[in-house]
């Protein structure tokens, strides 16, 4: 089970940290990510962290935006969003991968578990 968090409604500039807490099984060696859906739009990937340092992605449109890292005594991945701006908002979901294989940039395919999603609202 995936349970997601942190999400609310902004104003241009600020700054969310969302979290998603697994449970429920054994995560620990699977990569977790975020993904996106903003209305009217498809699901994106955001970024993703794996089971050991180094294993840390965010897409490239949102580098220096959002940081992605893991707390694995918590079994929490978490997102950083800095400097919001208003095409942010989506609702944001994490997920836990369906194989224990790192990689930079995962699909909707890859994933396995999803949780509920959390809003993010970013006003201009």
């Known amino acids: 089970q995936l349970q997601a968090s942190g999400g609310g409604m902004v104003q241009t500039g600020a700054s969310l940290r969302l979290s998603c807490v697994a449970s429920g099984g054994t995560f620990a060696t699977y990569a977790m990510a975020w993904f996106r859906e903003a209305p009217g739009k498809e699901r994106e990937f955001v970024g993703a962290?794996?089971?050991?340092?180094?294993?840390?992605s965010v897409t490239d449109g949102l580098k220096g935006r959002f940081t992605i890292s893991r707390d694995y005594a918590k079994n929490t991945a978490l997102l950083q969003m800095n400097s919001l701006k208003p095409e942010d908002t989506a609702v944001y979901y994490c997920?836990?991968?369906?194989?224990?294989?790192?990689?930079?940039?995962?699909?909707?395919?890859?994933?396995?578990?999803w949780g509920q999603g959390t809003l993010v609202t970013v006003s201009s």
């Open positions: 997920a836990v991968a369906g194989d224990r294989h790192w990689r930079p940039s995962f699909s909707y395919h890859h994933m396995y578990y």
């Open positions: 962290v794996g089971w050991s340092d180094g294993m840390e």
